[in-house]
């Protein structure tokens, strides 16, 4: 039996990923695309979906949570605006997909898991991968990490009732917040920026992700 399946052409398959999934539904930024080409995303799916690690879709991990699809990581991420000496706050680590994406295009990243089980597994993943500029922590993400503000950029990936008033507070001066909000299975993704004068918000398109939990989250 031709089980097709047994040894993945991985390089191949990311390589398609960005260039029909990305590149070809407008993801433009040069230094996304090539993250997203760099990180091995089958390491951070569960092994047996590995196998599905490059499909267009979100796929279960651990603790009831998903891995985002590689659009929605690759949209997110060009939204951040992120320069090499960035500093970024992550609000969902998870499988750490994300948090890998971002290591390689900022220059310090700040991390926040509410389940221990998925932040110790992402940690190892990362180190695994030889990315050091990643600060892990086990806590409500939706209070943000305020000791380590302000941030150039904070992505949230998991879907909130509002925008957090702490962590638009925790950017800095033309700093950007990425995240969904909205009523659980009818989410907005938004953009908003910090300016002199206060926040400017952008209300982008639709989406679903898991709740945020926490103090400005859901609860439960």
Wanted: aromatic residues 6%; hydrophobic residues 40%; proline residues 6%.
């Amino acid at each position: 039996m031709d089980d097709s399946r047994s040894q993945p052409d991985w390089l191949q398959q990311r390589e398609r990923m960005v260039t029909e999934q990305l590149a070809q539904r407008g993801i433009v930024a040069p230094r996304v695309l090539d993250a997203m080409r760099r990180i091995p995303r089958e390491r951070f799916v569960l092994p047996a979906l590995a196998w599905r690690a490059y499909e267009d879709s979100a796929l279960p991990i651990d603790c009831d949570q998903t891995i985002s699809q590689p659009y929605m990581v690759a949209r997110m991420t060009e939204l951040l605006e992120l320069e090499p000496d960035s500093r970024v706050l992550e609000i969902g680590t998870g499988s750490g997909y994300q948090t890998a994406v971002l290591a390689l295009l900022a220059g310090e990243v700040y991390t926040i898991e509410w389940h221990l089980k998925l932040l110790n597994q992402a940690a190892d993943r990362l180190e695994s991968l030889g990315l050091t500029n990643v600060t892990f922590r086990c806590c409500d993400g939706s209070q943000g990490w305020p000791e380590r503000a302000p941030y150039d950029a904070i992505i949230v990936t998991a879907g909130a009732p509002g925008v957090p008033a702490c962590l638009a507070d925790q950017l800095r001066v033309g700093g950007r917040l990425v995240i969904p909000t909205g009523p659980l299975g009818d989410q907005t993704l938004e953009r908003l920026r910090r300016t002199e004068a206060g926040l400017a918000r952008e209300e982008l398109f639709k989406c679903r992700f898991v709740k945020l939990l926490g103090q400005e989250g859901w609860s439960d």
